[in-house]
């Protein structure tokens, strides 16, 4: 991709002509700079600056260092590597040549978060917006499907409705849940999810995990919640699970995980009711023939008092 509106200039020369970076960085602020929409809203890239810093190569934003060959082409620092030093426009040898002007015009520009669109109102220096929009809180989700490697990135009502017709989970509104588990040979743990659901509660998507794996070589059962959303809001609710029989009962309680954190990692922590074998099967009936024993649970929301600086469960009825 060429560019004629502006002159690079390469790293090697001895003096660098500090007004002719000036009248570029000028002359680009004028032309190419977003234009501010008023009213709070995000401010939106004109083309011109998109095209300006994309790298020809693999169409991401060039960030410093940014290399040009003698004929002016730009490309960045990681596909100058990719090419073989080689100008995949004009195929000329690229040296160690640096667009210094077009870099000091990156450094002065301010972009909003590339997920404006999905809400996020932040504005950020040029090199400063990689590392916003990594831990943004407006960015998409990660399928949180256990059952295959899903691919789908989306926000939420999108991954609700993905959930439910791609994946055939099902699908509950309420905020407490009974679920029962029969497996008729106790002794065959296939690492496993047996049982996904999702509860619309509270106006927000909570997932629900059952899954037998295998550590090391004990069968272990394990359920945990994981809520829909970000970790600073999934903090605001709290959910119970229990097992019992014969007498006994087991309860976890804890703060749901965001799907954020991928399944792997809430498991592999083991947040979230574990039981052993020997306790499933005696809380099944005791005869170890057949697992069979139910869990129920219910989610609440944590409500700050304030007199007495504590939280209060706001219960779902």
């Known amino acids: 991709m060429e560019f004629n ?4 200039i390469s790293s ?5 002509d500090e007004d002719q970076i000036r009248y570029h960085h000028h002359l680009l602020q004028n032309q190419f700079l977003p234009s501010k929409i008023h009213n709070n809203s995000a401010i939106h890239p004109t083309t011109s600056v998109h095209e300006l810093l994309e790298c020809p190569v693999c169409t991401n934003s060039m960030y410093p260092p940014i290399h040009q060959c003698h004929n002016g082409h730009t490309l960045c620092s990681t596909c100058k590597l990719r090419v073989h030093n080689r100008c995949p426009t004009c195929r ?9 002007a077009l870099e000091k015009v990156a450094e002065s520009l301010e972009l909003p978060c ?5 809400g996020c109102p932040e504005i950020f220096p040029y090199n400063s917006k990689l590392k916003h929009e990594a831990l943004c809180n ?6 949180p499907y256990a059952g295959s490697e899903c691919s789908v990135v989306e926000n939420i009502p999108y991954l609700v409705n993905h959930l439910r017709d791609d994946h055939k989970v099902d699908m509950h509104s309420r905020c407490t849940f009974n679920h029962r588990y029969v497996k008729s040979n106790p002794r065959e743990v296939e690492n496993a999810t047996w049982m996904l659901t999702v509860f619309n509660c509270f106006g927000h998507y909570f997932y629900l995990h059952f899954e037998a794996f295998q550590l090391g070589m004990a069968p272990i059962y394990m359920a945990f919640l994981r809520f829909m959303g970000d970790e600073t809001e999934a903090r605001n609710y709290s959910y119970s699970l229990e097992v019992g ?13 965001s799907i954020r954190d991928s399944h792997r990692k809430v498991r592999d922590n083991h947040d979230g009711l574990v039981i052993q074998r020997n306790m499933a099967l005696f809380f099944s009936s005791g005869d170890k023939k057949e697992l069979k024993f139910r869990v129920t649970g219910r989610i609440w ?17």
């Open 92 to 100: 000329q040898e690229l040296k160690d040549i640096r667009c210094l």
């Open 5 to 8: 509106s502006i002159e690079c």
């Open 114 to 118: 590339k997920y404006f669109s999905l």
């Open 138 to 143: 407006f960015r998409p989700y990660n399928c």
């Open 301 to 317: 929301k944590e409500q700050q008092n304030p007199d007495g600086g504590v939280c209060i469960p706001n219960l779902c009825s």
């Open 245 to 257: 029989g014969n007498g006994r009962k087991f309860v976890w309680e804890g703060t749901p995980r």
């Open 12 to 16: 090697s020369s001895e003096v660098i």
